[in-house]
């Protein structure tokens, strides 16, 4: 879940939705507002997108984010983890 950099969501992950695939959503990360702008459509802005749900939308985009995520977090209802990005890169398909 993401709504900008400026808000981590942390806190607010447990219980949350996702407004793109309506599944809970237990992972957190931020994204710098520019790419957030970039990838969301209107109707979810300031709205919770699971990160699968965000890469199917800047796939969509056209988004290139795989330098975007520094830090995911799992909010997990019996643990919690914060992961630090080890690389990024971004996937491209061949669709010939
Ligand atoms: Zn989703």
Request: hydrophobic letters at 40%.
């Amino acid at each position: 879940m993401s709504v900008g950099a400026s808000r981590s969501a942390w806190g607010e992950v447990r219980g949350q939705t996702c407004s793109v695939c309506n599944r809970r959503d237990k992972f957190d990360f931020a994204v710098s507002d520019s790419i957030w702008a970039l990838v969301v459509p209107a109707p979810h802005v300031g709205r919770v997108v699971c990160l699968g749900c965000f890469d199917d939308l800047a796939r969509e985009a056209g988004v290139d984010y795989s330098d975007a995520i520094e830090t995911l977090y799992f909010a997990g209802d019996k643990a919690c983890f914060a992961f630090q990005r080890r690389w990024g890169r971004l996937v491209t398909f061949d669709n010939s």
